[in-house]
């Protein structure tokens, strides 16, 4: 993920991409924090770096194209250094 966010800064599309590249899937949904983060400097200032969680559950909506769907919500950290990936269980 490193290498995919110093080529571009974060915007929108660039999570919707990474979402749907790592997860697989076409239906990706932005939590309303995550939203509000990535636009919190404005238009011209955006994070270069953030820390996500990528879920992707079932859905359950009655005329879904798509079985499944990938949520992204915001993760707040104090620091990016020596963060690995984690891989959490549904609770």
Same mark, same amino acid.
Do not use: C
């Given at each position: 993920? $490193?290498? $995919?966010?110093?080529?571009?800064? +974060?915007?929108?599309?660039?999570?919707? @991409? +990474? @979402?749907? &590249?790592?997860?697989?899937?076409?239906?990706?949904?932005?939590?309303?924090?995550?939203?509000?983060?990535?636009?919190?400097?404005?238009?011209?200032?955006?994070?270069?770096?953030?820390?996500? *969680?990528?879920? *992707? &559950? *079932?859905?359950?909506? !009655?005329?879904? &194209? !798509?079985?499944? +769907?990938? $949520? @992204?919500?915001?993760?707040?950290? !104090?620091?990016? &250094?020596?963060?690995?990936?984690?891989?959490?269980? @549904? !609770?």
């Amino acid at each position: 993920m $490193y290498t $995919y966010l110093t080529i571009e800064s +974060f915007t929108l599309q660039s999570v919707i @991409a +990474f @979402a749907k &590249k790592h997860m697989g899937t076409a239906d990706v949904r932005i939590d309303p924090k995550l939203n509000q983060q990535l636009w919190s400097r404005g238009v011209k200032n955006v994070p270069h770096r953030m820390r996500l *969680r990528l879920e *992707r &559950k *079932r859905n359950d909506d !009655e005329g879904a &194209k !798509e079985k499944l +769907f990938t $949520y @992204a919500s915001w993760v707040p950290v !104090e620091s990016f &250094k020596g963060l690995q990936t984690t891989v959490v269980d @549904a !609770e």
